[in-house]
Every structure is written in structure tokens, then in C-alpha cells.
């Protein structure tokens, strides 16, 4: 996203532990859908029930793909790959002249053992912020600082 608005090269993934199932929506794909919360819970909606079908395409740009986190990390080869901890690197010193880079973030605490397993596929720990962020406001911040870097070298 830049600035409120979706950026075309961004690629979220939602990990779904439980289902050991991840779903990608791809922004050079996505079609009817802003980046505001209300536009995207219908999205998210339709997600979730087509998980619990069993079924793969709930959305134009968005899949449904059976794996596990470590599953995911392997798709970020060559990436800056970084994951939210609460004794991470400020976000703001961060080397951030990479053109792919890879944000991790847990909806409310890390599971067991899923910080190890980061580290060891390469995801460094950063801090958006002096306390444990929920998902959403860390992702903000985190899309500000690479606005703030991309944008002051004409990277869009």
C-alpha cells in the first residue's frame, strides 16, 4: 500500500495454523477491493467460509493453498525477511533498499517455537514499535517506513 492505497507489487499471506492452510491476495490481482477495513471483511468473510469448504478461490487475486508456515517462508527466498519482536531492531534503522521485503506479524502473541522457525528461514527481528503491536497497526507502520524509503528513491 502507498499511502492509503493498494500497491500493485504487495502480496499478503495469511497463515491459518489450525487448517494448515495460507492464503495469498495478490494486489497486481485483486479486483472491487480498497484498502479499508470495511471493504476487505466482506473479503475476509468469504475467506474463512471457503476455507471451512474446502474450497480455493474465494476472491479475484486472492488463493486459498494448503501448507504450513514453514511452507511460506520458503516463497521469500531472496527477500528482506522480518518478523515483529518485542527486542527487535527499530524499524527505522533498517536497512530498507530492498525491493521485496517480507513482514511477519502474529494477531496477538508469536505460538510456540514459531520465532525459532523465522529465524531459521532468514526473518530478522524488528520492532514497529516499543510495545507488542496487534497485527493491523503494525503492518501500518511497518508500510510507512517502506513508503517513507521507497518513495524518497522513486520506488513505487
Known amino acids: 500500500m502507498v499511502s492509503h492505497g493498494l500497491r500493485r507489487d504487495a502480496v499478503f499471506v495469511l ?11 495478490d494486489a497486481r490481482r485483486l479486483r472491487s477491493v480498497s484498502s479499508d477495513e470495511n471493504s476487505l471483511k466482506g ?17 479475484w487475486g486472492v488463493r486459498i493453498y494448503r501448507g504450513t508456515l514453514e511452507d511460506v517462508c520458503s516463497r521469500f527466498v531472496g527477500w528482506h525477511k522480518t518478523y515483529q519482536a518485542r527486542m ?59 513508503d517513507r524509503a521507497w518513495l524518497s528513491r522513486g520506488v513505487k
Not at 43 to 59: A, C, D, I, L
Open 15 to 25: 497463515v491459518i495454523s489450525g487448517e494448515a492452510k495460507y492464503v495469498t491476495f
Open 88 to 146: 527487535g531492531m527499530d524499524i527505522r534503522n533498517l536497512d530498507l533498499r530492498f525491493n521485496r521485503f517480507a513482514f511477519a506479524a502474529p494477531f496477538e502473541e508469536w505460538p510456540q517455537g514459531v520465532q525459532r522457525l523465522l529465524e531459521s528461514k532468514g526473518f530478522k527481528p524488528v520492532s514497529p514499535s516499543v510495545r507488542l503491536l496487534k497485527a493491523e497497526y503494525s503492518f501500518v507502520l511497518v508500510n510507512n517506513e517502506l
Open 43 to 59: 473479503v475476509f468473510r468469504r475467506v474463512f467460509r471457503y476455507v471451512r469448504e474446502g474450497r480455493s478461490k474465494p476472491h
